[in-house]
Every structure is written in structure tokens, then in C-alpha cells.
């Protein structure tokens, strides 16, 4: 699944462990690690920049804006008609609210709700776990689905919100839920609650929202099980990726192995360069459908 000519972003170049883009007209350098090969542009188009992401010595980070950017800066985003607006913040960390490999797998969302919808002939009940801002759900939200937004911050659930809010959609769509994404699924599943399609994009480390400790290696097969144990037998989706290093597409398809799949594929992430060829590497990830 690789992003490539999206309107309103471009990834210029990358190398040395910093990629340039330009994210909704604002032209920023900010880090990334899997960039270890040298830039095919100069210094000069390198520094061109207006936004400019530092690290910190205690582990942070800090922009630098030349020109800071507009308050009100928003990503539009439609698809199949629908028309979205993801509203973008610079953070610390170097991140805008988008991460930009995801579109390829919006897009996927998109038609398996889309598709399950008609075959169910209602609207389908999908989570998205660890749901960051909450691109993904407004995505499956459009697609007609009802939309269940898991994560155990409260900070990114209010931003979430906000793009919902400056989107042509129903409100009451999408549910944002501050928990931990295991506790959610321990309680649905306590419920006998179940779910048509469970998107899943777990970090390498973390917190939850009552201090639980997330490490992917040591936790991801107890997700899985959860997530088995709240998805419907018969039409129904995963999606599931990861970012943690060392971690190759046939493991996360092995630890998804399950009877009830029609279908499992997977595969890697990317973002292609403007001007060539290039795919900077963003992640991996496996499908399931049982249909």
C-alpha cells in the first residue's frame, strides 16, 4: 500500500534520517529514522523550508517555524464524494495529526465498509483502536458505518472531534472512547458485544489510560486474541499494522491465523517521492476478511 499524488501533500525528499514535505501548502523537515540513505536534492532546496522539526536532548522536540502556520490549517480529504477535513497541529513530537502512509488504507476501509454494509443490509459496527486523531474512523464513518474510536488519550479524542466536527458527517457517527484499547475489548467481550470490521494500528511502547503498559512484542498476541474473540464469525474484517522495528508482514500474518478467514494479505507501507521512484518505508501490515 503506497501513497503517492495527493493533492495536498508531497513528500520532496528524504535521507539522513529527515524526510521534506510539503503538508497543506506548509513546506516543514522533520525526523525519520528509517531514512538512512543520502538526499537526492541540495542543501539549498533543503533549507527552503518554513517549519523545522529539532530534537531535544531529554528526547522531545520542538518546531521551528519561520512563518508560524495558519491556526485553522485543516488537510482536505474526499473520497468516493465525501468530503473530509482533518484538522493538522504541529506537536512536539513532529507530527501533524495525518500520517500520510495511511491513505492507501483509508481507501481500503472505505470499500470493505462500504461492502459490508450491503451485505449486512445496516450499518456496520467497526472499531479503531489506538485511533489517534481519528482519520481512519471519519473515513469508515462516510463509508456508512457506526464508528467506535478507542484511545487513552483525551487530548487526541478532543482533536478527533474536531475533524468530525469540520466534516460533512453525522456527529453521532463516530463515539470516541477514552480506554485502553484492551480494556475496551475485555469489556465488549464481558458484554457479548461484537463488531463487523476492528482496525488496529498499535504503537511499539506505551501507556493506556490508566498507566497500562503496552510493549508490542510482549502484548500484541493477547490484542489479537481479544480482537478474535469480539469479531463476528462470518463478514467481517481486521486490519492490523505495526511500526515496531524488526517486526516482518508474514509475522503479523501468522499472528492473525485464524479458521474463519477467506482472506488474509500482507503487506508493507509506503510513501513514494514526488519526482522519483523512491518508496520511504512507513510500517507493515496483514487484512483478514471473512468474506
Not at 55 to 80: C, M, Q, S, V, Y
Not at 201 to 208: F, L, V, Y
Request: hydrophobic letters at 40%; glycine letters at 8%.
Amino acid at each position: 500500500m503506497i501513497t503517492e499524488n495527493l493533492p495536498n501533500y508531497q513528500l520532496l525528499d528524504s535521507g539522513l534520517g529527515r524526510k521534506l514535505e510539503i503538508i497543506a501548502g506548509v513546506k516543514v523537515n522533520r525526523p525519520s529514522p528509517q531514512a538512512i540513505w543520502k538526499p537526492a536534492l541540495s542543501q539549498a532546496d533543503w533549507n527552503l523550508v518554513t517549519s523545522n522539526c529539532v530534537r531535544t536532548k531529554d528526547g522531545g522536540g520542538k518546531w521551528e517555524h519561520k512563518k508560524e502556520p495558519n491556526p485553522n490549517l485543516a488537510l482536505p480529504f474526499e473520497i468516493d464524494g465525501h468530503k473530509l477535513n482533518f484538522k493538522l497541529k504541529f506537536t512536539s513530537f513532529g507530527h501533524c495529526g495525518v500520517f500520510f502512509e495511511q491513505i492507501p488504507v483509508w481507501e481500503w476501509l472505505y470499500n470493505e465498509t462500504k461492502l459490508l454494509k450491503q451485505k449486512l443490509g445496516r450499518a456496520p459496527k467497526v472499531v479503531n483502536l489506538f485511533g489517534y486523531t481519528g482519520c481512519a474512523s471519519l473515513v469508515m464513518a462516510a463509508a456508512g458505518a457506526e464508528v467506535f474510536h478507542v484511545d487513552s488519550s483525551k487530548g487526541v479524542l478532543d482533536w478527533g472531534k474536531e475533524s468530525l466536527a469540520a466534516s460533512r458527517l453525522d456527529l453521532k457517527s463516530v463515539r470516541f472512547v477514552q480506554e485502553d484499547a484492551q480494556e475496551f475489548l475485555k469489556h465488549s467481550f464481558k458484554k457479548h458485544f461484537t463488531y463487523d470490521g476492528i482496525l488496529a494500528d498499535p504503537p511499539s511502547w506505551g501507556h493506556g489510560a490508566k498507566k497500562e503498559v503496552w510493549e508490542f512484542e510482549k502484548s500484541i498476541h493477547v490484542l489479537v486474541e481479544l480482537m478474535l474473540s469480539v469479531l463476528n464469525k462470518e463478514n467481517s474484517f481486521l486490519f492490523l499494522s505495526s511500526h515496531t522495528h524488526g517486526v516482518q508482514p508474514e509475522a503479523l500474518k501468522n499472528l492473525v491465523f485464524d479458521r474463519r478467514w477467506k482472506q488474509v494479505n500482507p503487506g508493507e507501507l509506503g510513501v513514494k517521492h514526488q519526482n522519483d521512484a523512491r518508496i520511504l518505508p512507513a510500517g507493515i501490515y496483514v487484512t483478514a476478511k471473512s468474506y
